[in-house]
């Protein structure tokens, strides 16, 4: 996969965003969608998309979607310190899969670190339930300002 690549309308995100596929959500408006990492890394590690923009990566982004992204993701970024007291808190995104990409979508990652807690692989293991990551989704939920 190179980085100047077209967009498939049927990626994971896409398919969240048309509601084919599950997410716990965080935070929707008619641009922006927050919702859990299904392969959290750490807990509260969520991601922040553009609903319209068909944007691949940060390459390719019209500069007003990119705006609202990044304004949505400081939003959520800051519900989650207040939520759940991180020590740290990446911002990650990743640009082409020789780059760790996986999802050819663009989007933010809001990760939090722990002192003392080891920050998970990226994109790996086991996916969380909807069980375990809904009590850490609503005391997200209630942070948003
Ligand atoms: P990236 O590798 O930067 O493209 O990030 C994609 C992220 O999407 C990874 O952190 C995955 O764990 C996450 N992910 C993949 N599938 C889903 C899904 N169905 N719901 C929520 N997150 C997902």
Same mark, same amino acid.
């Given at each position: 996969m190179s980085l100047q690549q077209t967009y498939d309308p049927d990626n994971i995100f896409a398919k969240i965003i048309r509601g084919e596929m599950p997410s716990v959500k965080l935070m929707e408006t008619d641009n922006i969608l927050a919702f859990m990492d299904v392969f959290p890394q750490s807990k509260g590690h969520c991601l922040v998309i553009h609903k319209k923009s068909e944007a691949v990566n940060f390459?390719?982004?019209e500069p007003e979607a990119l705006n609202e992204l990044i304004g949505a993701? +400081?939003?959520v970024a800051a519900a989650?310190?207040?939520a759940l007291k991180p020590d740290g808190l $990446?911002?990650? +995104?990743?640009?082409? *899969? $020789? #780059?760790? +990409?996986?999802v050819f979508h663009l989007h933010f990652?809001?990760?939090p670190?722990?002192?003392?807690?080891?920050? *998970? #692989?990226? *994109?790996?293991?086991?996916? #969380?339930s909807h069980e375990e990551l809904e009590p850490i989704a609503q005391s997200i939920r209630k942070a948003i300002r």
């Open positions: 390459l390719d982004v993701t +400081q939003v989650v310190e207040k $990446r911002i990650v +995104q990743f640009n082409g *899969a $020789r #780059a760790g +990409q996986t990652h809001v990760l670190v722990y002192e003392g807690v080891v920050v *998970a #692989a990226h *994109a790996s293991g086991k996916p #969380a």
